[in-house]
């Protein structure tokens, strides 16, 4: 069965500062892979998912996500980050061309700094 | 309402009592998941619904935890005997089976008292 981890709980940085939020998946087989964000008092939604293709896949407020086989890696990332940037994100993963679940991660509480 | 809409959104209970939450997912939309959002635990799955197929339980985390979908739409999760460990966010969200995009309810928040 495939898991994911979220290495880091919380993550303060200075606005305008470049981001990294790590994400690790276990999966013996290949995998779908996502992160979904939750801002203060919403829901979660979708903000990227790599399903094949491109190893680089982004959103559309500048996040970047990398998909790296060899490391079981989908990290996301932001060259500079916004205040408005300030949310929890949580990476998932699902077995690709399967009906299996989404199983995610315990999530990253992005803080942005003044 | 094109969203997946949950109710109730509060549900304040007391220990030892039944409680239902109801999901109602976007119309079309094949599989239905449900999930616990509590803190420092992050988004733990409970239970998914696949078409006519057995669902996979594999989440829940007590027998005291159940859930059904009747008709292919409509799902209730219903948490009998309910104890204080169980108070937390519960959310329903549900795809179509040619999307990989999930989408998410506005979440049932449960306190047991």
């Known amino acids: 069965a495939q898991s994911v981890t979220q290495l880091d709980s919380q993550v303060p940085v200075f606005e305008e500062a470049p981001v990294e939020l790590r994400c690790n998946y276990s999966s013996s087989v290949s995998v779908y892979l996502f992160w979904y964000v939750q801002y203060p008092n919403q829901g979660l939604q979708l903000l990227l998912k790599y399903l094949s293709g491109s190893t680089l896949v982004e959103s559309i407020n500048g996040f970047e996500a990398e998909f790296n086989k060899s490391q079981t890696s989908f990290h996301l990332r932001k060259p500079s980050v916004h205040i408005s940037d300030t949310a929890e994100y949580f990476c998932?993963?699902?077995?690709?061309?399967?009906?299996?679940?989404?199983?995610f991660g315990k999530g990253t509480r992005l803080h942005i700094l003044p | 309402g094109a969203g997946v809409s949950q109710s109730p959104s509060n549900k304040v209970t007391e220990k030892g009592k039944d409680v239902e939450l109801r999901c109602d997912p976007i119309s079309g939309h094949t599989a239905l998941y449900w999930y616990r959002q509590s803190l420092g635990q992050g988004l733990e799955f409970l239970i998914y619904f696949q078409g006519n197929s057995a669902p996979d339980k594999s989440g829940l985390p007590s027998d005291r935890f159940s859930a059904e979908r009747t008709g292919g739409s409509v799902s209730t999760l219903t948490i009998q005997r309910t104890q204080q460990e169980d108070s937390a966010v519960y959310l329903c969200?549900?795809?179509?089976?040619?999307?990989?995009?999930?989408?998410f309810g506005s979440g049932t928040q449960l306190s047991v008292l």
């Open positions: 998932a993963a699902s077995v690709k061309n399967s009906d299996d679940k989404i199983i």
């Open positions: 969200a549900s795809k179509d089976r040619n999307n990989e995009k999930l989408f």
